[in-house]
């Protein structure tokens, strides 16, 4: 288990104050260098190094430049509302897909979030529906989209992610999650792998990228090694592995399993104005006099992140917001009403579009995997056609 004194970071468990730098170390992923991050198209989440490293981006960037078939997968485990954390990975995606065409594929594991964590089906499936609302509000394109669930792409995921765990010992398994409490969990690496081959399996060898946060990146290492067994014709899927949305409590992950509030993507205006102003973490000083004078630290200063992560656009107004805190001229509580705002809107934005959305009995059958497609995969991991004939 990637497990030190001061920190841990795994699927199921975050911990610590994570060093980002050294997590790549215990993991064997790399940092983006420059030459990369010139390739993608311009973002601020790239710019300012929030996806911080990669496993093989290279095959990917070369595709989208060559305007050749490629693919992103980034899922949710539904175990409960989404929060701004949980979104920006799909933000990032339709971006992506905007600027190069990529295909982007989006699991929803709530067979993980059952196994994992302590929550009836019922309420996982209401999360899974609630969850698939926020996802599709990001408004990807649905010829070029494909959402999956778990459960209700049995007929595909399953045959999948059974002819994959073959590849996979129980050793393995144990060595990078941890010994698992039920056999669910630790045949459940096979179904995430389903998930990041499934591009290719759905339409033939190509490259794929994973954006995700780093916690997520054993899901990948794991599948890279079944990939690379060469049993399938499928390339390994890349990486590109981002930092955690700081929890308005400090540094680490902004969890939505502990006791400090997150911001969700249904709060309020004044939800938000109110959890900013009482609960991020500042890096003012603690008076005003001595904050004008000694003035204020802007990289543990919560509001200051948020916005520095993904809620400011500007890298000028980023850089400006910065100097002024630090020389004490921007004050602690402007600092958060200006992060509040700005989220704030965001959100207003996001829950209009949401509402505007149809009845996912009418949104959701637009992204499902079609028969073709369904077949296509199955036959990509040995199934005979014969079997699958009467199923197209
Ligand atoms: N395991 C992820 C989580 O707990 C969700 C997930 C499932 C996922 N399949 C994926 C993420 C594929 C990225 C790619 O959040």
């Known amino acids: 288990m990637p497990a030190d004194n001061n920190f841990t970071v795994t699927p199921y468990t975050v911990e610590g104050n994570v060093e980002y730098d050294r997590l790549l170390d215990q993991f064997g992923a790399d940092r983006l260098t420059p030459e990369q991050k010139a ?18 981006v290279d095959a990917f960037l070369a595709a989208a430049r060559a305007g050749e078939t490629h693919s992103i997968v980034t899922g949710r485990g539904p175990s409960g509302p989404m929060h701004i954390g949980h979104i920006f990975p799909f933000y990032f995606a339709k971006y992506l897909q905007d600027q190069t065409g990529a295909l982007v594929y989006i699991p929803l594991s709530d067979d993980e979030k059952y196994l994992v964590k302590d929550r009836t089906l019922a309420e996982i499936s209401a999360y899974t529906r609630a969850n698939i609302r926020d996802i599709l509000t990001v408004g990807f394109d649905p010829d070029r989209t494909r959402l999956i669930i778990d459960s209700a792409d049995a007929d595909v995921i ?40 499934l591009p290719q ?46 929890s308005l409590d400090g540094p680490g992950k902004m969890s939505s399993s502990d006791d400090t509030p997150s911001i969700q993507l249904g709060d309020d205006r004044e ?11 500042s890096g003012g000083k603690r008076s005003i006099d001595a904050h004008r004078t000694h003035g204020g630290n802007p990289d543990i200063d919560v509001a200051y992140q948020l916005l520095f992560y993904f809620f400011e656009q500007s890298d000028e107004q980023v850089e400006h917001l910065a100097q002024e805190y630090r020389t004490g001229s921007l004050l602690s509580g402007e600092l958060k009403e200006y992060a509040a705002e700005q989220i704030a ?19 959701l059958p637009k992204y499902r995997l079609s028969a073709d497609e369904r077949c296509d995969a199955r036959r990509r991991v040995g199934f005979p056609e014969e079997s699958l004939a009467q199923q197209r």
């Open 271 to 281: 939800t938000v104005f109110e959890k900013i102003q009482a609960h991020a973490y």
């Open 158 to 197: 399953y045959p999948l992610a059974a002819t994959l765990s073959k590849e996979l010992t129980p050793s393995t398994v144990d060595a990078t999650y941890g010994k698992s409490e039920n056999v669910g969990r630790s045949f459940y690496p096979a179904v995430q792998a389903a998930h990041l081959l």
């Open 39 to 56: 390739q993608f198209p311009d973002h601020p989440l790239i710019r300012r190094d929030i996806f911080y490293a990669q496993r093989d």
């Open 201 to 246: 399996l759905v339409i033939g060898r190509h490259p794929t990228l994973v954006p995700i946060a780093v916690d997520q990146d054993p899901h990948v290492r794991i599948c890279r090694d079944i990939a690379a067994k060469q049993r399938y014709a499928v390339d390994k899927p890349g990486a590109l592995l981002s930092k955690f949305l700081p």
């Open 345 to 363: 809107t965001f959100l207003e934005t996001h829950q209009k579009r949401r509402a505007q959305l149809g009845p996912l009995s009418a949104e």
